[in-house]
């Protein structure tokens, strides 16, 4: 309430002393650009959540395969010992045959040649038999084979899912524990154009301009240099994190004459100057840090105010996790 009561009276008082109308364009378009890395950081985690349900379904579908070569298995195995039983009635039965043969060879010749036939016969049937449980007995061997290679690979999956899993956790546990580290290295600037936020697995610290720069400047006021010495003190104890920093316009357009050539400009120049604060003797490897001027081009807030304006001049510090192994899982 207090802020809103400050914020109300600086309103006020801004108004009163003929502020530029163009702070009321600049904090519309900051809301805009706002929105938009919202949507792109939601499409980034949408993307990692559909590959995992990706990746369990694969898992689901390898052990049904796994659950049907099984069930194949069995069923081919009864068959295979059906299969024996018969042989073994045919053998008897030759067996019987020949006997039999042996007693007519005194007898009918008639009868015995019918024997024979039917001796060739059975002889016949019993080899195809013979031929089909091989195949039968080769088909389940594969099937085993089959079997086990899914097995390893279903395996290989589930381990992968739980490193995947494992790092995400760790993740958002880093993302918590920076969150609380850079608020309280800042814990002092507060109600002073200084907040932090975490939001779509990133850290958030957005720098309002009242407390970097003067109007029109690019040059850090002493007690913007102070937050952010404070600020690359934690980023420097905390080498895995990577920096991303946004300079932010109103709307207004610069003026004419001046060595600043427009908005996209000024943004540009006065995430630079954080820049090399932040290196300056802090021990922060520069290949960490990314530098991006946004102009007027993503407001927090579109409304037509002096405050609106206010809010969208600002500079922000983005600070992600390195997700170069989480990708690389993702490829394998």
């Known amino acids: 309430m207090m802020k809103k009561i400050l914020y109300f009276i600086i309103g006020v008082a801004l108004l009163g002393s003929c502020v530029p109308t163009s702070e009321f364009t600049q904090l519309s378009n900051k809301s805009n650009n706002l929105q938009n890395e919202r949507d792109g950081l939601m499409a980034e985690n949408e993307y990692l959540t559909v590959e995992n349900r990706e990746m369990r379904a694969k898992i689901d579908d390898v052990e049904d395969q796994q659950k049907q070569f099984v069930e194949d298995s069995i069923r081919i195995y009864k068959k ?32 015995t040649r019918r024997l024979l ?64 580290k850079v608020a309280e290295a800042l814990l002092g600037f507060e109600g002073q154009g200084l907040t932090v936020t975490r939001k779509d697995g990133k850290v958030y610290v957005s720098l309002e301009e009242k407390l970097l720069f003067k109007s029109g400047s690019t040059v850090v006021d002493p007690n913007g240099v102070r937050a952010l010495k404070q600020l690359a003190v934690v980023l420097a104890n905390n080498p895995d994190i990577n920096i991303m920093i946004e300079g ?50 993503l407001p927090v807030d579109i409304a037509d105010t002096p405050e609106s304006r206010r809010k969208n001049r600002r500079t922000e510090i983005i600070l992600s996790p390195n997700l170069d192994e989480l990708y690389r899982l993702l490829d394998l």
Do not use: C
């Open 248 to 297: 932010h316009t109103d709307d207004v357009p610069f003026r004419k004459g001046s060595s600043i050539k427009d908005n996209w400009d000024l943004s540009v120049m006065r995430a630079t100057s954080i820049v090399r604060i932040l290196l300056d003797r802090s021990g922060i490897v520069p290949t960490r840090i990314t530098v991006a001027g946004r102009g007027e081009f």
């Open 80 to 111: 295979v010992e059906a299969l024996e039983k018969e042989k073994a009635q045919l053998e008897r039965q030759y067996t019987d045959l020949e006997s039999t043969h042996e007693a007519l060879l005194r007898g009918n010749a008639r009868e």
């Open 117 to 180: 036939n039917e001796l060739q016969t059975t002889q016949e049937d019993l080899a195809r038999k013979q031929q089909l449980l091989k195949e039968l007995e080769s088909n389940v061997a594969g099937q085993r084979q089959d079997v086990n290679r899914l097995r390893a690979e279903l395996e290989a999956r589930n381990a992968r899912l739980m490193e995947m899993e494992e790092m995400l956790y760790q993740k958002d546990a880093i993302l918590d524990d920076l969150r609380e």
